[in-house]
């Protein structure tokens, strides 16, 4: 374990719960619409929660830094309506400044 990966608890500041290199996100198997995930960091610390609403035209996915749904750190929107292999904008919730993007792999995505 390097320096710059030490465990990180939902009482930390939102900073320093992107200072990982790799994250678990695990999803409840029956949950087939909408549902939650849960993001872990590499010493398996729950370091961030979503809860998507089911069936939405647009996706507008909102990350939030613990199960409370109290405090927001991302918000992630879809760029169009209804696409496969959409792209995704993603946004610090503090400052509204845009910090990075996703693009899912068509269906591929949704069976790895």
Partial sequence: MSSRQT???TNHP???RFSHQTYLVRKKFWQFFGGSFYIYDPNDALVLFSKMKAFKLK???RVFTDETL???ALSI???SVLDFSGSYDVYDSASGQRVGALRRK???SSFY
């Fill in 7 to 9: 465990p990180v608890s």
């Fill in 14 to 16: 939102t900073a320093a």
């Fill in 59 to 61: 996706e507008d996915i």
């Fill in 70 to 72: 109290q405090t927001e």
């Fill in 77 to 79: 929107q879809a760029r």
């Fill in 106 to 108: 068509g269906l591929k």
